[in-house]
């Protein structure tokens, strides 16, 4: 079961259920494939809302990896759409969402953090 305070989102992709996770190491990974100098640039890249389906995939395979399954991009890239491209694109923003915050400053919910500051894995 996911537990949200510290980023963890449930997705059902491929006709499988997994629990994603944005970890350090899958930040430090997002960091190194989209060429990003830290957390911020990391966020102001995701933030920009064009992403490509290469895009999509490194934060599925990321969050799948971060959530404690060991599956390479290839292996999630392999997953069927079953149920089409949208459970994948709303998984990627709501695992974003969870790691980032909704950019909504004094909003008062966990996630009303900066864009591009990722959320206490508490």
């Known amino acids: 079961m996911a537990n949200p305070r510290r980023g963890e989102i ?6 499988r259920s997994f629990t994603l996770c944005l970890t350090l190491g899958a930040l430090a990974e ?8 830290d957390l911020q ?3 102001r890249r995701l933030g920009e809302g064009r992403v490509s389906a ?7 395979g990321c969050g799948i990896r971060g959530g404690g399954v060991a599956m390479n991009d290839e ?3 392999a997953l069927p759409m079953t149920e089409g491209f949208e459970p994948f694109v709303d998984a990627a923003v709501r695992l974003l969402t ?3 915050g909704s950019g909504e400053a004094g909003s008062g919910s966990p996630n009303s953090a900066r864009p591009g500051t ?5």
């Open 54 to 60: 290469r895009d999509l995939l490194r934060i599925i």
């Open 30 to 37: 997002l960091e190194a494939a989209f060429g990003a100098d």
């Open 98 to 100: 969870a790691t980032f």
């Open 75 to 77: 292996e999630a890239a």
């Open 10 to 15: 449930e997705a059902r992709l491929g006709g």
């Open 41 to 43: 640039a990391l966020g």
């Open 118 to 122: 990722p959320q206490d894995a508490g």
